[in-house]
């Protein structure tokens, strides 16, 4: 499966419409089309289509790959082995060299249709909040303790973003303070190491 996370802008729209237009002439293979995975909230359709899934599942999305990882897993417990490769539109010029990168990782012959699934116009709000990679968080905690809002807490001993929508806009500023470069904000594109390119 693949999935194209949609983003609203429209220039961006344009791209992912050629994408999607590329991909669809593959017999056998199933497109899903989302909101924009950041904005995305509790949408169990979604949710419930990618966990239904048996097989390997090609993750576009305009955010950074470790971004998109975390953002993903924050919202769904993956059984273990499940499979997810992810391929950040950023990193492609055209959408054409897009095609061709999940082509060449989907394994795709040409010929036939796909199967498109479009929940991509299920209504989403745009949102700022922070994503914690579990891979390098240590749960010292700095974090809990730096925030003003309440957006983190603890769980015995695992930091998580409790309330993410206490998080000021625009505002990285607890991912300043993490030792490991754990908290990532996907949107803050000014800094490399805070929107997860890293």
């Known amino acids: 499966m693949i999935v194209i996370s949609r983003h609203p802008g429209k220039e961006k729209k344009k791209y992912e419409d050629k994408l999607i237009k590329f991909l669809s002439g593959f017999a056998g293979a199933e497109l899903l089309l989302i909101p924009h995975l950041y904005y995305l909230k509790g949408n169990f359709a979604v949710y419930e289509k990618l966990l239904k899934h048996n097989g390997a599942i090609f993750f576009a999305s305009w955010?950074?790959?470790r971004?998109?990882?975390?953002?993903?897993l924050k919202e769904l417990d993956f059984p273990k082995g499940f499979q997810i490769q992810h391929l950040s539109l950023a990193s492609h010029k055209t959408p054409?060299?897009?095609?061709?990168?999940?082509k060449k990782a989907a394994k795709m012959q040409a010929g036939g249709k796909s199967k498109v699934f479009d929940l991509s116009k299920t209504a989403v709000s745009e949102r700022w909040y922070p994503v914690i990679d579990h891979s390098r968080c240590n749960n010292c905690g700095e974090c809990l303790e730096f925030c003003l809002f309440g957006v983190f807490s603890k769980s015995g001993k695992k930091v998580l973003v409790e309330d993410p929508e206490k998080c000021k806009p625009g505002c990285p500023a607890c991912s300043?303070?993490?030792?490991k470069?754990?908290?990532i904000f996907p949107h803050y594109f000014d800094d490399k190491k805070i929107c997860g390119l890293d």
């Open 96 to 102: 054409e060299n897009a095609a061709s990168a999940m």
């Open 63 to 65: 955010l950074n790959k």
């Open 176 to 179: 300043r303070v993490c030792a």
């Open 181 to 183: 470069g754990a908290i």
């Open 67 to 72: 971004a998109a990882e975390w953002t993903l």
